[in-house]
T-cell receptor, first 110, second 114 residues
Framework: QKEVEQNSGPLSVPEGAIASLNCTYSDRGSQSFFWYRQYSGKSPELIMSIYSNGDKEDGRFTAQLNKASQYVSLLIRDSQPSDSATYLCAVRDSNYQLIWGAGTKLIIKP | DVKVTQSSRYLVKRTGEKVFLECVQDMDHENMFWYRQDPGLGLRLIYFSYDVKMKEKGDIPEGYSVSREKKERFSLILESASTNQTSMYLC?????????????FGQGTRLTVV
């Protein structure tokens, strides 16, 4: 069974600090990795995608991928209360299926 | 903008009723998916479809069926609703069967079976 693991949290971070969210996956043949944000009662929305090893930056968000260690992370710099949400990690495996983590709940404390 | 629209935001149905959840996307996406989401369990795939009239079972298909008569529309059917099917249902679509295609979600349907 292919798996994507995330710490469920909640992860509590002070406003203005860096929030670090982690995700590990089991299928070594996975090629595409996505981070979605989901506000309470709403549907997930894509915030970052990453396909090759290393870092990818987009504004306050940085996705990091390490295929050798099979983990992907999301860093949020200068965290704002509006970043409080559940963050879902999704991995497209070698069969093109999207495998989802259960999500990490992030709370930004003012 | 890609738009995935689910027919209802909230539904309350009685045990034993046949329930239809409709999903329509307007971006000519080939692939469509139905998930349910429960606290602590994340997104679980019920059924998916890569083409019109094509359907494949996901991880939890029991008690559900689907229909895809047109490319833009993917319907989820609860044949005889039960209380354990109370959940948030999410429809999603992707452009094609490729590696770098993101999923776009509808707004979700919160179904309560009483």
């Amino acid at each position: 069974q292919k798996e994507v693991e995330q710490n469920s949290g909640p992860l509590s971070v002070p406003e203005g600090a860096i929030a670090s969210l982690n995700c590990t996956y089991s299928d070594r043949g996975s090629q595409s990795f996505f981070w979605y944000r989901q506000y309470s009662g709403k549907s997930p929305e894509l915030i970052m995608s990453i396909y090759s090893n290393g870092d990818k930056e987009d504004g306050r968000f940085t996705a990091q991928l390490n295929k050798a260690s099979q983990y992907v992370s999301l860093l949020i710099r200068d965290s704002q209360p509006s970043d409080s949400a559940t963050y879902l990690c999704a991995v497209r495996d070698s069969n093109y299926q999207l495998i989802w983590g259960a999500g990490t709940k992030l709370i930004i404390k003012p | 903008d890609v738009k995935v629209t689910q027919s209802s935001r909230y539904l309350v149905k009685r045990t034993g009723e046949k329930v239809f959840l409709e999903c329509v996307q307007d971006m000519d996406h080939e692939n469509m998916f139905w998930y349910r989401q429960d606290p602590g369990l994340g997104l679980r795939l019920i059924y998916f479809s890569y083409d019109v009239k094509m359907k494949e079972k996901g991880d939890i298909p029991e008690g559900y069926s689907v229909s895809r008569e047109k490319k833009e529309r993917f319907s989820l059917i609860l044949e005889s609703a039960s209380t354990n099917q109370t959940s948030m249902y999410l429809c999603a679509s992707t452009k094609r069967r490729g590696l770098n295609t993101e999923a776009f979600f509808g707004q979700g349907t919160r179904l309560t079976v009483v």
